[in-house]
């Protein structure tokens, strides 16, 4: 492992080699404190401080243990063509083969033809996990069969990548298959991508839209009204309309969202009643889900003055939050309510104070700093890609590299990259981030279990 990451970072740290070594040799034996008091006693250099999360984020991404796998590579996705020159070493041949899946597929993804044509040959391997990141790589034309064949596959995650690719070909004799599988398949999940496969298919597929509107599953029941809206409108509208009169569900937001993306906007008033409904209903988590859905319209003035006045009266924190992020925080009402919020300690209290740092709110800045001490694993993660990502002030994070959880571990190395690597972050830290480096000995991160 230690081999594999010096041959990572080889090319790419600036620090002094025998540093660089030891930040290595640390975190390869899990000592993370170590690491940590290497980057303090190097000066608290940003050169070193690469080095230091280039080996955490690394060192999980090698690792067999899929879910830490899984989130490294997650955080290399997210850094974009940035991860390149790490990517492709994670996608040598002397790799295993399930780092070897993962680090072609974001490759593919990023327009490598040459990683295409690799992964394309691991989709025909013994490792069940790795042919289900292969399967991304397969052609629709050239592997039509193949595809065709995998829709009746045992592992759900295998039929649904089947049928995402097979949507996006068009081919005649894909449609009834498709069809099929959006009637009669054991898992929701799949369910629901097939009908998104049809809507390429406009009126050939609105008796499968028409089913699926009558499925046992709430979630594919959405994903039918979503997709009928947009693949024949026509046909559609008076299902949707229908589903305006019934009590307010997942179902009847969706229905009142597709009828205002319309173009032109069809039954406006009766979409808004639905929302307005939405709004104020009994259960919190529709509540919620009702500003999320209006964050999608953007503009709708009838829709936002709907959100404001219900912001006036709620009292869940986490519907707040909702309701405040669909105004956005260049309005005074939802400004005003995410200030409130960011003085908690939970993860509502993360995101309201990461939303007012975007807007250089220097407050906010300081309670992110406090709560990397939060006693919840995810609301330091947040914290991390917060201080990070949004700040640009990657020695903040530095501290939670050492932490006892792995996902916030991983969180706060791709946030550091991810801040380090973007051309607009300029090399002086501000005046939180020194204060952040200073107001406890780096050797020492304050976590809270």
Same mark, same amino acid.
């Given at each position: 492992?230690?081999?594999? *990451?010096?041959?990572?970072?080889? =090319?790419?740290?600036?620090?002094?080699?025998? #540093?660089?070594?030891?930040?290595?040799?640390?975190?390869?034996?899990?000592?993370?404190?170590?690491?940590?008091? #290497?980057?303090?006693?190097? !000066?608290?250099?940003?050169?070193?401080?690469?080095?230091?999360?280039?080996?955490?984020?690394?060192?999980?991404?090698?690792?067999?243990?899929?879910?830490?796998?899984?989130?490294?590579?997650?955080? *290399?996705?997210?850094?974009?063509?940035?991860? %390149?020159?790490?990517?492709?070493?994670?996608?040598?041949?002397?790799?295993?083969?399930?780092?070897?899946?993962?680090?072609?597929?974001?490759?593919?993804?990023?327009?490598?033809?040459?990683?295409?044509?690799?992964?394309?040959?691991?989709?025909?391997?013994?490792?069940?996990?790795?042919?289900?990141?292969?399967?991304?790589?397969?052609?629709?034309?050239?592997?039509?069969?193949?595809?065709?064949?995998?829709?009746?596959?045992?592992?759900?995650? $295998?039929?649904?990548?089947?049928?995402? *690719?097979?949507?996006?070909?068009?081919?005649?004799? =894909?449609?009834?298959?498709?069809?099929?599988?959006?009637?009669?398949?054991?898992?929701?999940?799949?369910?629901?991508?097939?009908?998104?496969?049809?809507?390429?298919?406009?009126?050939?597929?609105? %008796?499968?839209?028409?089913?699926?509107?009558?499925?046992?599953?709430?979630?594919?029941?959405?994903?039918?009204?979503?997709?009928?809206?947009?693949?024949?409108?026509?046909?559609?509208?008076?299902?949707?309309?229908?589903?305006?009169?019934?009590?307010?569900?997942?179902?009847?937001?969706?229905?009142?969202?597709?009828?205002?993306?319309?173009?032109?906007?069809?039954?406006?008033?009766?979409?808004?009643?639905?929302?307005?409904? !939405?709004?104020?209903?009994?259960?919190?988590?529709? %509540?919620?889900? =009702?500003?999320?859905?209006?964050?999608?319209?953007? !503009?709708?003035?009838?829709?936002?003055?709907?959100?404001?006045?219900?912001?006036?009266?709620?009292?869940?924190?986490?519907?707040?939050?909702?309701?405040?992020?669909?105004?956005?925080?260049?309005?005074?009402?939802?400004? %005003?309510?995410?200030? $409130?919020?960011?003085?908690?300690?939970?993860?509502?209290?993360?995101?309201?104070?990461?939303?007012?740092?975007?807007?250089?709110?220097?407050?906010?800045?300081?309670?992110?700093?406090?709560?990397?001490?939060?006693?919840?694993?995810?609301?330091?993660?947040?914290?991390?890609?917060?201080?990070?990502?949004?700040?640009?002030?990657?020695?903040?994070?530095?501290?939670?590299?050492?932490?006892?959880?792995?996902?916030?571990?991983?969180?706060?190395?791709?946030?550091?990259?991810?801040?380090?690597?973007?051309?607009?972050?300029?090399?002086?830290?501000?005046?939180?981030? $020194?204060?952040?480096?200073?107001?406890?000995?780096?050797?020492?991160?304050?976590?809270?279990?």
């Amino acid at each position: 492992m230690r081999a594999a *990451l010096l041959v990572c970072l080889g =090319t790419l740290g600036c620090a002094a080699s025998e #540093t660089r070594h030891q930040v290595v040799a640390a975190i390869e034996r899990g000592a993370y404190a170590d690491a940590l008091r #290497t980057y303090e006693k190097g !000066g608290q250099e940003r050169s070193l401080l690469r080095v230091l999360a280039e080996s955490v984020l690394l060192q999980d991404a090698q690792l067999a243990d899929g879910p830490r796998q899984r989130s490294a590579f997650g955080e *290399l996705e997210l850094l974009g063509t940035r991860a %390149r020159p790490w990517l492709e070493r994670l996608a040598r041949p002397e790799q295993p083969e399930s780092v070897r899946a993962r680090a072609l597929r974001i490759l593919m993804v990023l327009g490598d033809s040459d990683a295409r044509a690799q992964l394309r040959e691991l989709a025909f391997t013994a490792d069940p996990a790795v042919v289900d990141e292969a399967f991304a790589a397969l052609d629709p034309s050239l592997d039509q069969a193949l595809l065709l064949s995998t829709l009746r596959a045992p592992r759900a995650a $295998r039929r649904l990548a089947a049928v995402v *690719l097979l949507g996006a070909a068009d081919a005649p004799n =894909t449609l009834q298959p498709i069809v099929e599988l959006s009637r009669s398949d054991p898992e929701p999940s799949v369910r629901a991508a097939a009908l998104f496969a049809l809507e390429r298919r406009g009126a050939e597929a609105v %008796r499968a839209f028409e089913r699926g509107l009558k499925d046992d599953s709430e979630s594919v029941r959405v994903a039918a009204i979503a997709a009928f809206a947009r693949a024949a409108p026509a046909q559609a509208l008076s299902h949707l309309d229908q589903q305006l009169g019934s009590a307010v569900s997942h179902e009847t937001l969706a229905a009142a969202v597709a009828l205002l993306q319309m173009q032109p906007v069809c039954e406006a008033a009766r979409a808004h009643d639905a929302l307005a409904r !939405g709004l104020a209903a009994s259960e919190s988590p529709l %509540r919620s889900h =009702t500003a999320v859905l209006i964050r999608t319209l953007p !503009g709708d003035r009838e829709s936002l003055a709907a959100v404001r006045e219900r912001l006036a009266i709620e009292s869940v924190p986490e519907v707040q939050l909702a309701l405040a992020l669909a105004l956005g925080a260049d309005d005074p009402a939802a400004r %005003r309510a995410l200030a $409130r919020l960011a003085q908690g300690t939970a993860l509502v209290a993360a995101q309201a104070a990461q939303e007012l740092a975007r807007f250089g709110d220097a407050t906010a800045e300081r309670q992110l700093i406090t709560l990397r001490a939060s006693a919840s694993s995810v609301t330091r993660a947040s914290v991390a890609r917060a201080l990070g990502r949004d700040r640009r002030v990657p020695e903040a994070v530095a501290p939670l590299l050492a932490d006892q959880d792995p996902s916030v571990r991983i969180a706060a190395a791709g946030a550091i990259l991810a801040a380090l690597m973007d051309p607009s972050n300029s090399m002086q830290a501000s005046r939180y981030a $020194r204060s952040a480096v200073t107001e406890r000995p780096l050797s020492q991160p304050r976590v809270l279990r």
